[in-house]
């Protein structure tokens, strides 16, 4: 069974700089496409950025510019690196391997679908 662990949410003043981070353990398929989605309380989950096994990535309008999705396939492990951070960032971030962002991407994929444990991001000011 495949597990996905995160790490690097925390506390950040406006305008600095965090890095994500989620390794996939288990029966791994490192074709799978992997993304990061963000939900605050009360509203809808939303696509932050996918990245398919050959690199190719997708961004949701409200980062692009300042967010970077990457993926290192020999340590099934995707990373987001946030700058320019706004208050507006704020939520929780969820890491996703499989299905999801396979359909937000429009490729194709099996029905698998695997979801992180979610970590927070605050940016204040």
């Known amino acids: 069974q495949v597990q996905l662990v995160e790490s690097g949410g925390g506390l950040v003043q406006a305008g600095g700089s965090l890095r994500l981070s989620c390794a996939a353990s288990?029966?791994?398929?490192?074709?799978?496409?992997m993304g990061w989605y963000r939900q605050a309380p009360g509203k809808q989950r939303e696509l932050v950025a996918g990245?398919?096994?050959?690199?190719?990535?997708n961004y949701g309008d409200s980062v692009k510019g300042r967010f970077t999705i990457s993926r290192d396939n020999a340590k099934n492990t995707v990373y987001l690196q946030m700058s320019s951070l706004k208050p507006e960032d704020t939520a929780v971030y969820y890491c996703?391997?499989?299905?999801?962002?396979?359909?937000?991407?429009?490729?194709?994929?099996?029905?698998?679908?695997?979801w992180g444990q979610g970590t927070q991001v605050t940016v204040s000011s």
């Open positions: 288990g029966s791994f398929f490192s074709i799978n496409p």
């Open positions: 996703n391997a499989g299905l999801a962002t396979a359909q937000a991407m429009g490729v194709i994929s099996t029905r698998n679908d695997y």
């Open positions: 990245i398919t096994s050959g690199g190719s990535t």
